[in-house]
């Protein structure tokens, strides 16, 4: 028997990368699918109340918005269960995604496509955002799903997480710096991209660099305590692709993202930082 004691509400999936984001006081605008439901006006209203640009947000009647159910007792999770809409979109909903997409992308200084693998990122949505992106000159970044690993190539950078790395190239894991170090030259090869960043947990991140020598950095995790890892890689790609939007190097984007991961794997739940608290783990 569980018996309820409180209940909250936060945004997650991509959903938390709009939160990081805000958080670290960037000037956001989102753009997704959401169902005609509770749980899609709750979700727009909080991100309204954070200052969020939510008119890309396409109302889709014929889905749920997803909902990812966590029950907790003693700080730890027991169970989860999910209410969603699988499948792909339909061609009306897409058509108003891709017209958000080409009214919002002109103003934008960066993009994140954050892709869980829900049907919004689909194959005529990435070729549109990247391209995009590249003829305007502007970082795109993406937080990987294994099924369209191919359909990323030319980005900025993307940032997969040790397991979601070898799953994209699928290849079966192996230990070992070196090993880590020939799976990611072969993505940036692979994907033509300006550069990959594997975030490795409590080995911290490896970031590679294209270039006639592919330049490879290892970060050292800056996490003193971690509590839960919950949303750490939407941290990583907020702070990663915001301070590109800025014009930090890639290296100096990438440490900053480091400590910004350090500070939220930290607290309890899906998490997020601000500026001052970044800065001060900077100094």
């Not at 790395?165 to 991209?193: Q, T």
């Not at 970060?219 to 800025?246: C, K, M, W």
């Not at 014009?247 to 500026?275: E, F, Q, S, W, Y």
Request: hydrophobic residues 40%; positive net charge.
């Amino acid at each position: 028997m569980v018996r309820v004691t409180g209940e909250s509400h936060v945004p997650g999936g991509a959903g938390n990368v709009v939160n990081n984001l805000a958080a670290l006081g960037a000037d956001v605008s989102v753009m997704g699918v959401i169902g005609e439901d509770e749980a899609g006006s709750r979700l727009l209203q909080d991100f309204k109340g954070r200052g969020v640009d939510v008119s890309g947000v396409c109302v889709d009647v014929e889905r749920l918005t997803t909902q990812k159910c966590r029950v907790i007792a003693e700080r730890q999770q027991v169970v989860r269960f999910d209410r969603e809409t699988g499948g792909p979109l339909s061609h009306a909903t897409e058509s108003r995604l891709l017209a958000s997409l080409g009214e919002e992308l002109p103003k934008a200084d960066a993009v994140i496509l954050s892709d869980y693998g829900k049907g919004v990122i689909n194959p005529r949505v990435l070729a549109r955002a990247i391209s995009a992106c590249r003829r305007r000159g502007i970082p795109v970044t993406v937080d990987p799903k294994p099924e369209h690993f191919s359909r990323y190539k030319g980005v900025t950078c993307v940032t997969p997480n040790t397991s979601e790395a070898w799953a994209c190239m699928r290849r079966d894991a192996k230990p070992g710096s070196d090993a880590i170090d020939a799976l990611g030259k072969d993505i940036l090869k692979f994907l033509r991209s300006e550069s990959v960043l594997i975030t490795r947990g409590p080995d911290g991140m490896s970031l590679f660099e294209k270039g006639a020598k592919p330049r490879i950095t290892h970060i050292p995790t800056q996490a003193r305590e971690v509590f839960d890892v919950s949303g750490a890689g939407d941290t990583v790609i907020s702070t990663l692709t915001l301070a590109l939007a800025a014009g930090a190097p890639l290296r100096r984007a990438a440490a900053l993202a480091n400590h910004a991961a350090g500070i939220v794997v930290a607290k309890l739940g899906t998490a997020t930082t601000d500026a001052k608290e970044l800065a001060r783990a900077v100094r």
